[in-house]
């Protein structure tokens, strides 16, 4: 209704295409890409579908134990890939701005502005997230379905601390003087991710035998 009748044909580059030849000359095969998610609702190593507002196609993601998701994440960063990344930015760690995304060990609310303040300066003590942390917070929707960015790197700081860097379609909006980057740390993500997708090829193998991934 919105985008009119599908044009048979279009031109890119000097070249003229149909959607099938595009998809070819591409050569991206979705197939090849899987969702990858971690939560106790619905048994590991099989797939559901996740219950949030945004999969309304209802498409299902591989479910896998919080160490094991996270070291895939760690395999595929290392092998070159990326990853498509759903997560919450309504946390109060969060800041585009700063380009940073934390979970300070104290609760925000206990903490002083001066403490606020630091955390977005120097590197602080963070939360330690469990599995159960993470499931209490998906269902009680303190995590909740907000924004897809894309990973594509990861970081140690000066403390040890693990961050992963995202590229994020705000740019330079909100402040932001990092080109549209941001680092979100380890915590973070393992809290506060709803899912990511990745290449098959970025998942370790045994770990995609137990998934049954070929």
């Given amino acids: 209704a919105y985008l009119g009748k599908q044009p048979e044909k279009f031109t890119y580059d000097g070249k003229e295409y149909t959607s099938k030849t595009f998809n070819d ?34 498409d299902k993601c591989y479910n896998l134990p919080l160490d094991d998701w996270m070291n895939v994440l760690e395999y595929a960063l290392s092998k070159g890939f990326t990853a498509a990344w759903g997560a919450d930015v309504s946390d109060k760690g969060f800041s585009h701005k700063n ?37 209490k917070d998906f269902d009680n929707f303190q995590t909740t ?3 897809g960015m894309q990973i594509t790197g990861m970081y ?19 402040g932001n003087e990092c080109g549209g980057y941001f680092y979100a740390s380890e915590n973070y993500v393992r809290l506060r991710t709803m899912n990511f997708m990745i290449h098959k090829d970025g998942i370790p193998q045994d770990i995609k035998n137990k998934l049954g991934i070929k």
């Fill in 25 to 58: 000359y591409i050569g991206i095969k979705p197939d090849d890409y899987v969702d990858l998610t971690s939560y106790t609702h619905h048994p590991f190593y099989e797939k559901f579908s996740l219950e949030i507002p945004d999969n309304w196609s209802w």
């Fill in 99 to 135: 380009a940073l995304a934390l979970i300070p060990e104290s609760d925000w609310d206990n903490m002083s502005k001066n403490d606020k303040d630091s955390v977005w300066i120097r590197p602080c003590k963070q939360r330690i997230i469990t599995q159960d942390m993470r499931q």
């Fill in 145 to 147: 379905d907000d924004h």
């Fill in 156 to 174: 140690k700081d000066q403390k040890g601390t693990k961050w992963f860097k995202v590229k994020n379609s705000w740019g330079t909006g909100h």
